[in-house]
């Protein structure tokens, strides 16, 4: 990429490095599920804890939701976020029987080890993550 750019001073390599090392550091590392092989992929087979929101952009709870889940997982770089459409998603709603939203799952080696149906509060959501990183530490 840098190589497109033309000379480079290493000052500037420098500055670039810093930017993006520090941006992917700040920020959960959060993602959307685009169908069933991209879950397998980034879900099931992640090395990782991941906190998986069932949501649809036309359901109020899920806009409170969202915003809650990404701001707690901000202090955990350990666990990942994935997001997943409900209307565009149908076969992974089935499969894991998703009868409302917003529904979150929380996955580790690709087993669901914790859950919640609907808005809850932070203590709920700070306790499924605490669930999913003392998991980690067994």
């Given at each position: 990429m840098l190589r497109a750019i033309g000379?480079?001073?290493?000052?500037?390599?420098?500055?670039?490095?810093?930017?993006?090392?520090?941006?992917s550091a700040c920020s959960p590392k959060s993602f959307v599920i685009k169908d069933h092989f991209d879950f397998d992929k980034?879900?099931?087979n992640s090395?990782?804890?991941?906190?998986?929101?069932?949501?649809?952009?036309?359901?109020?709870p899920c806009k409170l939701l969202t915003p809650k889940l990404t701001?707690?997982?901000?202090?955990?770089?350990?666990?990942?976020?994935?997001?997943?459409?409900?209307?565009?998603?149908?076969d992974l709603v089935h499969l894991f029987e998703v009868k409302a939203?917003?529904?979150?799952?929380?996955f580790r080696n690709g087993v669901v080890v914790d859950k919640f149906?609907?808005?809850?509060?932070?203590?709920m959501i700070e306790e499924l993550i605490?669930?999913?990183?003392?998991?980690?530490?067994?």
């Open positions: 000379k480079t001073t290493p000052l500037l390599m420098e500055s670039i490095l810093k930017k993006t090392l520090s941006l980034k879900v099931i090395d990782l804890p991941i906190v998986v929101n069932f949501h649809a952009e036309w359901c109020e701001e707690l997982l901000d202090e955990n770089p350990d666990i990942d976020l994935a997001i997943v459409d409900v209307d565009t998603n149908i939203v917003p529904a979150v799952l929380a149906i609907g808005l809850v509060d932070a203590n605490e669930k999913l990183l003392r998991k980690k530490r067994l």
